[in-house]
């Protein structure tokens, strides 16, 4: 089994930065691809970036230039780090990954990742 555990969201103003980490453990061996995702009031759950364990990143248009994702295996660990931020990327943001030989390609479709973590809030003021 693997747990994750994301940590780092809060309230911040409009133009301030955040930085997201999320920290696996369990059967690492297992975490293959990692996306960060948010859901905000009203609307679907959407992708915010992804990650291949080699280090090939993707992210959403809205978040590209502004948001980093980032991962150091040794250290069993992903981040987000969010900068230039605005009012509409306030959301419960959720660390998630699949596992290896699963095909799942939790850096691009949520429905393909095998863990989720309990998710952050990130609220961003105007």
């Known amino acids: 089994q693997v747990q994750l555990v994301e940590s780092g969201g809060g309230l911040v103003q409009a133009g301030g930065s955040l930085g997201l980490s999320c920290a696996a453990s369990?059967?690492?061996?297992?975490?293959?691809?990692v996306g960060w995702y948010r859901q905000a009031p009203g609307k679907q759950r959407e992708l915010v970036a992804g990650?291949?364990?080699?280090?090939?990143?993707n992210y959403v248009e809205s978040v590209q230039g502004r948001f980093t994702i980032s991962r150091d295996n040794a250290k069993n660990m992903v981040y987000l780090q969010m900068n230039s931020l605005k009012p509409a990327d306030t959301a419960v943001y959720y660390c998630?990954?699949?596992?290896?030989?699963?095909?799942?390609?939790?850096?691009?479709?949520?429905?393909?990742?095998?863990?989720w973590g309990q998710g952050t809030q990130v609220t961003v003021s105007s």
């Open positions: 998630a990954a699949d596992r290896r030989g699963g095909g799942g390609r939790c850096h691009y479709v949520s429905r393909n990742c095998d863990y």
């Open positions: 369990g059967n690492i061996f297992s975490v293959d691809d």
């Open positions: 990650i291949t364990r080699g280090g090939v990143s």
